[in-house]
């Protein structure tokens, strides 16, 4: 994990040490309904359920100023675990070759290199994070 991340949670001296936390990556405005903006592209979290809003203007803006979606709209519902990588980011589509609209994308990186997206969420997605949470006990 990187020493650079903010933080989201209490942390004492070290932290609980890099294999157990989750890193968020990216341009994130909000974190479990609290204002992340101005702190950064790079976040620490303890392991469970995060629910987490891209900024505004992901990446510095959209794909030849259009938006293909608001990303204030979008949540992603995050289920954390220890040692890996979420990243919010902005992707341009494209149609012959030209930008049309961007597109907001979640991933989540695994400690062997595997990468798997992460959907936007639904009400019901959001249950079942936590549900998973609570779970694990996390």
Known sequence: MSSDAYPLYPKIEFGPGPGKVALLRGPVAIVDGVSVSGKGL????????HLVTPETSAGGGEANGKSGANPRHILFAFEMRPGYIYTVETVAETSSGHP???????????????????????????ETCKDWAKSRRY
């Open 42 to 49: 790079s976040f620490e979290l303890l392991p469970g359920c």
């Open 100 to 126: 049309t609209k961007s597109q907001v994308i979640a991933l989540e990186h695994g400690p062997d290199g595997s990468a798997v997206r992460v959907q936007r969420a639904r009400d019901s997605d959001v």
